[in-house]
């Protein structure tokens, strides 16, 4: 069983829709959880974080926690073509120095 | 503020050949961590540095290795270079305590290119 599972997609959403990423962990002592959003021929770059269970809004993007269910996800409402793009669950157990990343889910918005 | 700094950005190298990739954080970030990229297996996780001292290592064979300065510059080496190490190598920067992993923030990377 992989450490971080997410689906590759790609997941195809119109404008102004909501797109929903999830990912699950196979590590119950995981603690912290990240998404990045990764461009076609880029790096990848940090858009949300959250540490305990529950939602956590950041303008258009939600990020979502269930530690029970080992199961976290990230909202984007009113997508627009520029969330076009990879994006990556990570995870993190405390104290170790490791940010294991998902294989990311493509998304597509389209116009 | 500048960001991390990846060098050379891009190279083409030989099999068996040795390659070094440096690295330089955000200004007061002590943790660097490199990441190889490829399409099929996503980001693997290669190694994670903080104050000069190697903390975690991933699943990688020893032609790959690492280290860190003084000014938390970092360098990876990998030698007898193979067809499969062909790959985006990331490095990411970190302003982690000791124990705390917190966010990473990546460079452009370095594309290696292996003949």
């Known amino acids: 069983q992989k450490e971080v599972e997410q689906n590759s997609g790609p997941l195809s959403v119109p404008e102004g829709a909501i797109a929903s990423l999830n990912c699950t962990y196979s590590?119950?002592?995981?603690?912290?959880f990240f998404w990045y959003r990764q461009y076609s021929g880029k790096s990848p770059e940090l858009i949300m974080s959250?540490?305990?269970?529950g939602d956590k809004e950041d303008g258009r993007f939600t990020a979502q926690l269930n530690k029970a269910s080992q199961y976290v996800s990230l909202l984007i409402r009113d997508s627009q073509p520029s969330d076009s793009a990879t994006y990556l669950c990570?995870?993190?157990?405390?104290?170790?120095?490791?940010?294991?990343f998902g294989t990311g889910t493509k998304l597509q918005v389209i116009p | 503020k500048a960001g991390v700094t990846q060098t050379p950005r891009y190279l083409i190298k030989t099999r068996g050949q040795q390659v070094t990739l440096s690295c330089s954080p955000i200004s007061g970030h002590r943790s660097v961590s490199w990441y190889q990229q490829t399409p099929g297996q996503g980001l693997q996780f290669l190694f994670e540095y903080f104050s000069e001292t190697q903390r975690n290592k991933g699943n990688f064979p020893g032609r790959f290795s690492g280290r860190q300065f003084s000014n938390s510059r970092s360098e990876m080496n990998v030698s007898t270079l193979e067809l499969g190490d062909s790959a985006l190598y990331l490095c990411?920067?970190?302003?982690?305590?000791?124990?705390?992993?917190?966010?990473?923030?990546f460079g452009e990377g370095s594309r290696l290119t292996v003949l």
């Open positions: 990570a995870v993190n157990l405390w104290g170790y120095q490791k940010v294991t």
């Open positions: 959250i540490y305990s269970n």
């Open positions: 590590d119950r002592v995981s603690q912290s």
């Open positions: 990411a920067s970190s302003n982690r305590t000791a124990a705390n992993t917190g966010e990473l923030f």
